[in-house]
């Protein structure tokens, strides 16, 4: 029998009992993966959380707020026939929150926690700084979507979010509807005495739940450098007093 003929019955074997192989596997290849992985513990960290609920207070019923979301869920490149498709590295980008509408799930805008000396742009000596924008946001640019960014190192109420969200996305007050707020010094005080009612340490007990209230000295706004009686469930319970 011709060499060539035992090669080939050789290989067909060899064909064989690799489909016969893929067939008991569901037909399902294995590949490595480099290195090791492990699951993340938390989807967002505690200040990214804190600000997501304050964005679900201050959006209201009509609105849905998802974080990290990935920018390719947002945007696709546009690709005409005969063009190649730019790169995709970008649309693998998350934003650290997005605006929808409630009853559609419409995305109306992305909102990013960035600093405010953050640069919007790569800076680099050739380019005008006017034309440095980093990919992340010229996508989102060229693709017309909207953007408010928020300063994580300032604070923040959901009243506070609604202004700036209206005048980034040039959106009507009106459609957020009242907002919270949890700012000692955005309060309302109760200009009343505080009343009989004492606990066992001699501090008033707050008129709306019967906790004992503490005194705190507002640090900024309008009552600053003023000190009051504050319930200590403060922000569950936000009833304030005049220290008499």
């Known amino acids: 029998m011709p060499s060539w003929v035992i090669g080939a019955?050789?290989?067909?074997?060899?064909?064989?009992?690799?489909?016969?192989?893929?067939?008991?596997?569901?037909?399902?290849?294995?590949?490595?993966?480099?290195?090791?992985f492990k699951r993340v513990g938390?989807?967002?960290?505690?200040?990214e959380r804190k600000f997501h609920e304050l964005l679900a207070e201050?959006?209201?019923?009509?609105f849905r707020v998802y974080p990290k979301v990935?920018?390719?869920s947002l945007i696709q490149p546009v690709v005409e026939d005969g063009e190649e498709a730019p790169s995709m590295t970008v649309l693998g980008h998350e934003v650290d929150f997005v605006l929808c509408s409630a009853d559609d799930r419409a995305v109306l805008a992305v909102i990013q926690l960035e600093m405010e000396d953050t640069p919007l742009v790569d800076q680099d000596e050739e380019t005008p700084t006017s034309l440095q924008m980093n990919p992340v946001d010229e996508a989102?640019?060229?693709?017309?979507?909207?953007?408010?960014?928020f300063d994580p190192t300032k604070s923040h109420t959901p009243g506070d979010i609604q202004k700036h969200l209206a005048n980034s996305l040039s959106l009507p007050m009106k459609v957020f509807g009242a907002a919270a707020t949890h700012r000692l010094e955005d309060q309302p005080v109760d200009e009343e005495p505080a009343g009989p009612k004492k606990g066992t340490d001699g501090n008033p007990l707050c008129p709306s739940c019967d906790a004992t209230m503490v005194q705190r000295t507002a640090k900024q706004g309008k009552h600053a450098g003023r000190t009051f009686w504050v319930c200590s469930k403060f922000p569950e319970c936000k009833k304030v007093l005049p220290v008499k």
């Open 9 to 36: 019955v050789a290989a067909v074997v060899v064909l064989l009992v690799l489909l016969l192989i893929l067939r008991r596997r569901g037909g399902q290849v294995d590949h490595a993966l480099p290195g090791e």
């Open 42 to 47: 938390r989807l967002m960290t505690t200040k």
């Open 58 to 62: 201050a959006t209201g019923e009509h």
């Open 70 to 72: 990935a920018l390719g």
């Open 140 to 149: 989102m640019a060229i693709a017309d979507l909207s953007v408010a960014r």
